[in-house]
Each structure stands twice: as C-alpha cells, then as structure tokens.
C-alpha cells in the first residue's frame, strides 16, 4: 500500500515538474518565436512594397477583412502603404486551400491601379523538391506574377497552361500552382469591388 502512495506521488511530482517546465519553455519561447515572424513577416512586406514606395508604418496601418474569396471564414490582415496619406498599394493575406497539403498561405501586393507588386508564400507544407517551388527561395515562379492585373492576363487566362491558361505550372507538380494562381485572381477579383473601401476603412483599436 505504502509503495502504491510513494508511486503516485512520484508520478504526481514528476506531472507537476513536466507540466511546470513545458509552460516555463513557452513562455521563455514564445516572445522571441513571435519577434522571429514579425521580422519575417516584415521582410516578405517589404520585399513586396518597398519602403521608398511608402512613408507610412504598413504594421500600425492594418486593418482586418473578412470575405470567402480570401480563403477563409477567419477575418484577414490588410497592410495599406500610403506615401504622404495617399494610397500606393495594399497588402492581403489570402489563403489558397486547395494546395496538395493542405493550406498555402499568400501575401498579396496590388498596387492603387490594380496592378500586382508580388506574391510571396508565407506558410505552406507542399511537397520539398515539387511542389515547394511557389517558394520565392525555391524558384523564381512567383515572380511571375508582378505586372499581371484582372486585364493582364484575361480572365481565361488565369489559369496554369495545362489548363490552357497563362502561368507556368511545374513538372510533376501542377496542383501547387493550380491553387496559388486561383487564390491571386479571387483577390484581384476582391480587390476591384472592395479596393477603395479597404483604403478608407478605419484601424479598429485593439
């Protein structure tokens, strides 16, 4: 009996002692984890929009929206660049859901005229050495996106050339950019109807 009760309490110990260093390592990890993506996250912003294109913070200018065009029932940031309060370009996290593993998360750059800065991947699980090639530190095929437009190409084009669109897809790999290049045209399609709204809407205090 007495050798149950030390048992137990041992396990209990060593519950208490597991559980205190998991929550001690989160919080010790989570400050510099979220200082690690908001650098990245940074970064791909002003890959896309350059700061000499703007004079505005894109991280205190964001509002949030919410619209099943952008891939998800959860609303999504929207990071406005003005150059001397004038709008210059937008900023859209989308989210392409149908990606081979699942959800390949997008940041979209459309300038004030409706023409595309860039596209950046900012969260994907597609096959390495495949369809891992959306990656801008993969491959250059994202780079094709910037100029493009709704006009630019036709709305006939906007699909990879096995589907007798415009974009390039990748050698035993066409699901990814299939799903990449859907996911940029429903965003420029938002952004025609909403882009002037997005520019003028208010930043909610947190």
């Known amino acids: 009996m007495q050798h149950m009760l030390r048992t137990a309490l041992l396990l209990g110990l060593f519950a ?29 912003l002003h890959a896309l929009v350059p700061p000499a294109l703007h004079d505005n913070d894109l991280f205190t200018d964001i509002i949030e929206v919410s619209d099943g065009r ?10 406005r660049a003005r150059q001397k309060q004038q709008p210059v370009a937008i900023v859209i996290e989308t989210i392409a859901p149908d990606g081979y593993n699942g959800n ?3 940041l979209v750059a459309i300038k004030h005229n409706g023409e595309l800065l860039g596209v ?16 801008v530190d993969r491959s250059d095929w994202i780079q094709g996106f910037v ?23 990748f050698t035993g790999a066409t699901i990814s950019p299939r799903a990449v290049v859907k996911a940029v045209f429903r965003v420029l399609q938002y952004y025609r109807e909403q882009g002037e709204a997005l520019f003028v809407k208010e930043v909610e205090d947190d």
Request: aromatic residues 6%; charged residues 25%.
């Open 70 to 79: 952008l891939g998800s029932a959860k609303p999504m940031r929207v990071f």
């Open 147 to 169: 100029g493009r437009s709704l006009d630019n190409p036709s709305a006939n084009g906007w699909r990879v050339k096995k589907d007798g669109g415009d974009f390039d897809q």
């Open 120 to 135: 950046r991947v900012s969260q994907h699980r597609e096959t390495p050495g495949l369809g891992d090639a959306i990656d």
């Open 16 to 44: 208490i002692i597991g559980t205190g260093l998991v929550a001690y390592t989160f919080k010790a990890t989570e400050q510099p984890i979220a200082e690690s993506q908001r650098a990245a996250l940074l970064r791909s």
């Open 104 to 106: 390949i998360h997008l």
